[in-house]
Each structure stands twice: as C-alpha cells, then as structure tokens.
C-alpha cells in the first residue's frame, strides 16, 4: 500500500469512527499552542469531520475577546479576560509540588 493508499485508510477510519461517535464536545479551545501544533492540526483536521472540525479552536496566544464573547466571565480567570481570582499554572509551577 502506497501513501496514497495510506491516506485513503486514514480517511476512512476517520469517517467511521465520526459516523459511529456521539458527539460530547461542545467546543475545545487551546490557547498558547505551540506553531508546530497549529501546522499539524491544519494538517490533520481535514480528516475530522466538519461539523466537529468547527468544534476546535487552536490559538497561538489568548485570544481574550473570543474568550469573553463565548464564555461567561464569572468562569474565565482574571488574566483570560474574566472575573474569577484563579492562578492558572504553568507547567513550572507544577514541579515545585
């Protein structure tokens, strides 16, 4: 099987897998992605379903207007744009546990 194959497999497995999944996602958003990250998302999303596709929201910084418009801001923390007093850690905060 050749590449092209390959990615016909994949796109098949994609679609039974999306034909046969319920839907639990309402919307994902990642903030502070990495550049590779959103590349090889760009690359990948096409073999996700569309309605699904519009469900994920990948951001290379935070987009706090997008934030404040979809969420509420008693949810979002201070330095999101929102009202809750909540230190969101950093993976260095983390190890000093």
Known sequence: MGF???IKLIKMIARIAGDHSPEAIYQVH???????????FAAVKTFIDKDTRTKI?????????????KLDPSL?????GGDLAFEVPTPLDARKE
């Open 76 to 80: 979002l923390p201070k330095e999101y």
């Open 4 to 6: 092209l194959g390959n």
């Open 57 to 69: 929201n990948v951001y290379s910084n935070v987009p706090v207007d997008c934030f404040r418009e």
């Open 30 to 40: 990642i903030v502070n992605a990495p550049w590779i990250f959103a590349k090889l």
